[in-house]
């Protein structure tokens, strides 16, 4: 290696010498830094500004771990030429009680002061709630404010609950909300987006990083644990990050730290939680020792406690999203499975699925094909604009109707023409003949697409399929035989999807929340799924009463 620097070593080779466990993209951390970052020529370590961050933070904050000064070190590495930040973003990815905040903090907090040499470095901090926005914060200013009126930060720093402010050269802190509309127009130097995983799209990111590059140094982290949105703005970050890992991005400078369990099941080997959270890294400081107590703890009661609980500690202190399988469809993972390119649909027969359950919000239309072992799901939705007017839903749905996802009709209904329209063009392109529907809108849909000659198959009851279905819907996620294709509207649909479970063992399938989690475009798949496997022949005996031709 021709770049060195005393804490990265030192922390890369407590794991080389079996003395730490780290997750498997902290492995490629070390791959990655070792051929592409400390094998150039062309970079330096300001090592004596690391120093005095080091010596700053430990004086005013805490003891800074070795997972903590190898992470910092990377923030002083600079091009000899220009004298410019090498990594101009971080994800830092932790468990629970990593101490991500306090990280950050001090990171701040130097950033600002004269010990930085830059003047007006501007940071904003950004998270979902005020609470949360405010964590870092409120950490710098109680170290201003404990240090005494007669105290050298007191002396340095003018602090308000609002902004803190460099006397000597300008810096300010400040904190805000997601709502971009509440941006003040600071020149930043320094971006912090706080809480990552309860970021739905980009739109906050965007708005605060084009403030960016008026000052010298910009950076920007993003600091998380893991969470329950899927589908969302960590969920891209962590794809982005991984293919950093592998080399596969080499002109994407971010810098990367990643720590999780490599697979759910290390969760019932303490050894393994350091994986999750280096502050379990031996040898234990007073704090971390009383976090590993509170973890074990909580780890304990889990045999007493319910589903939730364990998706819980595993999302939040393992840092590992889990899925409750008794409640969803499938785990994210095999969601984002289905995220594959479509394969040559030509002359291949296709069934219909349409849901028109209510006409006044969504409605979801799609063709089905068998491909080997795979389903083939190309599907389409309308979405009525005065819904969309009336309910502020979360997901980027005015983006996937730019992408060609969706079409918004503005209409009093959905008028069932969109429908008639689409199958008839998909009709022309691959043959369709037969759709399957429920029969809540029966009136308005038989009679418009029977005129067009379709053949429709109508189930009186769709509930009463979902459990004949359920065991093949889930071997067939699990083993990843479904393609949807690049499509997160269909992706977000299916992560919708509550499974009920009846008091007779019978599963149904509903939807998490009954006006912002739609689940059409996944019903109008069960639907084709339920002709596509011959159901209607098969298990006619069964069906007799709920089915009508």
């Known amino acids: 290696m021709k770049l060195k620097n005393k804490h990265v070593l030192y922390y890369m080779n407590q794991y080389e010498a079996g003395k730490n466990k780290v997750s498997k993209y902290l492995v490629l951390l070390f791959s990655y830094l070792k051929n592409h970052v400390l094998n150039r020529d062309d970079l330096y370590f300001d090592e004596v500004t690391h ?26 590495l600079y091009y000899k030429e220009g004298n410019y930040p090498f990594f101009e973003q971080f994800f830092l990815y932790m468990a629970r009680g ?29 998270a979902n709630s005020e609470e949360q926005a405010k964590t870092s914060f409120n950490e710098v200013y109680d170290a201003i404010d404990t240090d005494g009126k007669g105290g050298v930060l007191q002396s340095l720093f003018k602090h308000t609950k609002s902004e803190i402010k460099s006397k000597a050269n300008g810096s300010v802190l400040k904190y805000h909300t997601s709502n971009a509309k509440t941006k003040d127009s600071l020149r930043d130097g320094c971006v912090i987006y706080d809480e990552v995983h ?3 799209d980009s739109d906050i990111v965007d708005v605060f990083s084009s403030g960016l590059g008026k000052v010298r140094h910009s950076r920007e982290f993003f600091i998380t644990t893991d969470g329950f949105v899927r589908g969302g703005y960590l969920d891209d970050l962590k ?40 502050m379990f890294h031996k040898p234990l400081n007073d704090y971390a020792h009383e976090l590993f107590r509170t973890v074990k703890r909580q780890y304990i009661s889990l045999g007493n406690s319910k ?3 364990r998706i819980r500690f595993m999302t939040k202190r393992m840092n590992t999203p889990a899925t409750d399988l008794t409640t969803s469809v499938a785990t994210w993972e095999e969601i984002e499975a289905t995220n594959r390119p479509f394969p040559d649909l030509a002359h291949r027969t296709a069934v219909g699925g349409l849901d028109y359950a ?36 979360k997901p980027p749905i005015y983006d996937w109707a730019e992408e060609g996802l969706l079409t918004i009709v503005d209409e009093p209904v959905i ?23 429920d029969t809540f809108r029966l009136d308005l849909v038989k009679t418009a697409l029977e005129a067009e000659g379709f053949e429709l198959i109508y189930i009186r009851n769709p509930k009463a399929i979902h459990s004949k279905l359920a065991p093949r819907v889930e071997t067939i996620f699990a083993n990843h035989n479904i393609i949807f294709g690049d499509n997160p509207l269909m992706r ?19 939807k998490k929340d009954e006006v912002r989690r739609k689940t059409d475009g996944f019903q109008a798949f069960i639907h084709a799924l339920f002709e596509a496997d011959n159901v209607l022949e098969e298990e006619e005996d069964f069906f007799l009463d709920d089915i009508a031709f």
Not at 51 to 60: L, W
Not at 416 to 437: K, L, S
């Open 415 to 437: 008028n069932i023409e969109h429908i008639v329209d689409w199958f008839v063009e998909m009709r022309e392109q691959y043959g369709v003949n037969r759709i399957v529907a």
């Open 198 to 200: 309860e970021y739905e």
């Open 51 to 76: 120093e005095r961050y080091i010596a700053f933070t430990e004086k005013n904050y805490f003891e800074l771990q070795p997972f903590q000064k190898f992470i910092t070190a990377f923030v002083f």
């Open 239 to 278: 794809e982005r990050a991984i293919r950093v890992l592998k080399g596969e991005a080499p002109e994407d400078h971010i810098f990367v730290f990643m720590a999780c369990l490599d697979d759910e099941k290390e969760m019932d080997d303490e050894s393994n939680w350091q994986k999750a959270n280096p």
């Open 492 to 510: 977000w649909y299916t992560n919708n999807v509550y499974v009920k479970i009846k008091k007779d063992g019978n599963k149904e399938y509903l």
């Open 98 to 126: 990593a101490g991500k905040n306090g990280l950050i903090s001090s990171l701040a907090h130097f950033f600002i002061s004269e010990l930085h040499g830059i003047d007006k470095y501007n940071i904003s901090i950004v």
């Open 307 to 309: 589903p939730s609980a």
């Open 358 to 393: 209510s006409i006044r919000d969504f409605a979801a239309v799609g063709l089905l094909f068998k491909v080997g072992d795979d389903y083939v799901w190309k599907t389409h939705s309308f979405i009525r604009k005065g819904f969309l007017d009336n309910v502020q839903l």
